[in-house]
């Protein structure tokens, strides 16, 4: 905010390019091609390196500190992908060249369809969704196609549990099913009870993640899929985060029909201002035909002297199209570098790991915090940020805290089951060192909000930014602070 814009700084005649020398003959443009009232900010090249290497410090990154933020595997981007990604023949290709030009590419696609279909169980994949709530609205309308396929009209409602991401209700919503509400039990599972209750003719399916968003495994899981199946609906897995399954054990066996998979979590690709996501969807045999089109495959598998051709193929039934080209390619070679890198055991290592750097976190952390389902957790858990003792000090007060100790804070507020939630997820790339830094600031922030209520209240003091007021933010969004005088 006290930083001034790019604008501010500006100073008539100052430059900071320098053009190469023409190779062509210089050519004027048109009168009518020349915008005269832009206004371009004027600075030295100095000037504009200092700028942005000011903003760029005072972001909070992977790659400046530790970022549980539960749900969303904040985990090390390796920079072997980038240098992948960034390989001429990678980077410089454009998806309207002929297939036979761009064979290296499309083997990349085909190899992580392969990849992502022996980790997750599944027969078929798209790599077209562009991020894991486009997936599930990919897979909610293969849902409804199936369906009506079968002449089936009546199935217009899906099933979520209390515990599930926001996106699943959103997503069911968008594709024109009636999102119906299902509690969890006492243990964090779903409560069989009320999902027997609710299954019938009318329920085009369930959308279970799964461990859920309390970073539980589901005690019943191949009971509920099974009475959703019974019921003649299908499963959907929200397996945006698949860090604790890793081959270990695989959604396609356990007798999901759906799963889509974030690149941008599992499989180490940057998340938001990183750059684009991806979410594959992969499927069971029964819905292979339903699936985006068109999908790489071996076209033509060539003879001993001729290599297999690799092109385009069309599911008979699908949804159609939906995203431009292909996906995000450059994700999707960054995926499958992760994926070669590791290996089938290296991949086992990160979700075990993953599992045990987040139980030996809350294991340190549930003196000090209340944990409401005391489990064994997977990938992640989830404590409350409140105490009988200091009624004043709320799960957003903790977190601002945290910001205090140069941590990023856990994801707050979700999932709404839990009271003042704080969820978090350490990740299989952290050291024992950030994991103990990390759980002995919470232990110093619980003895605070006893003791000195107010430093949290007050937080965080330490950054460019004090407490913001949310509400405005959220109401009274400003994305743009500076305009040109009129
Ligand atoms: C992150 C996440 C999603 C949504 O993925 P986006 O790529 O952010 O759209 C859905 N479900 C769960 C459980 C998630 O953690």
Redesign the pocket.
């Known amino acids: 905010m006290t930083e001034p814009t790019i604008y501010e700084l500006s100073s008539a005649g100052r430059k900071g390019f320098t053009f190469a020398e023409p190779d062509v003959p210089a050519f004027p443009l048109p009168d009518e091609f020349i915008r005269k009232d832009l206004p371009l900010p004027e600075l030295s090249e100095l000037d504009v390196v200092r700028h942005f290497t000011h903003l760029s410090q005072k972001n909070y990154s992977i790659d400046s500190g530790f970022y549980p933020l539960g ?3 904040m985990k090390y981007n390796p920079r072997i992908n980038e240098v992948v990604a960034r390989l001429n023949g990678f980077a410089q290709v454009h998806p309207l060249q002929p297939i036979e030009t761009v064979q290296g590419s499309l083997v990349v696609m085909y190899m992580l369809q392969e990849a992502l279909k022996e980790i997750s169980g599944f027969p078929a994949i798209s790599l077209q969704p562009a ?4 997936g ?1 609205l990919v897979g909610v309308l293969i849902m409804r196609a199936y369906h009506l396929s079968h002449g089936d009209a009546k199935r217009k409602k899906i099933l979520l549990p209390d515990s599930a ?1 926001g ?2 209700p959103a997503s069911s919503s968008m594709a024109g099913f009636e999102a119906v509400h299902l509690p969890s039990d006492a243990r964090g599972n779903v409560d069989l009870a009320k999902l027997k209750e609710l299954c019938d003719d009318t329920i085009a399916g369930l959308m279970l ?1 799964n461990p859920n ?1 309390l970073g539980l495994f589901d005690e019943h899981v191949l009971e509920v899929i099974d009475i959703v199946h019974k019921a003649g609906g299908l499963v959907y897995g ?1 397996g ?2 698949l860090n604790a399954l890793l081959g270990i054990t695989r959604p396609g066996d356990l007798g999901f029909d759906i799963l889509h998979i ?1 690149l ?2 599992t499989f180490s690709t940057p998340h938001g201002g990183g750059g684009p ?1 991806s ?1 594959p969807l992969a499927v069971a045999e029964h819905l292979a035909d339903f699936l985006p089109d068109p999908l790489v495959d071996i076209i033509d598998p060539g003879d001993e002297e001729t290599p297999p051709l690799y092109g385009f193929i069309h599911p008979k039934k699908s949804i159609g199209r939906i995203k431009s080209f292909h996906g995000h390619f450059g994700i999707i070679v960054r995926a499958l570098t992760y994926i070669l890198m590791q290996g089938a055991e290296g991949l086992r290592d990160v979700s075990e790991m993953a599992v045990l750097n987040a139980n030996y976190l809350m294991a340190l952390l549930k003196g000090s915090y209340h944990l409401p389902y005391d489990r064994d957790c997977m990938h992640e858990f989830v404590l409350e940020g409140v105490w009988p003792e200091a009624p004043d000090i709320h799960a957003l007060d903790v977190a601002k805290r945290l910001m205090d100790y140069g941590l990023h804070p856990p994801t707050n507020y979700f999932p709404l089951i839990v009271n003042e939630a704080l969820m978090i997820e350490p990740t299989e790339s952290e050291s024992k060192q950030t994991l103990d830094y990390f759980a002995d600031a919470m232990r110093k922030i619980a003895k605070e909000a006893h003791e000195q209520p107010e430093l949290l209240h007050e937080a965080p003091h330490a950054t460019p930014v004090g407490r913001l007021d949310e509400v405005k933010a959220a109401k009274d969004l400003v994305l743009c602070c500076w305009r040109p005088e009129e």
């Open positions: 749900s969303c595997t991020a894991g709530a486009h599930e991401h996106t699943n993640t968003t929200d945006a985060n974030n941008h979590k996501g979410g």
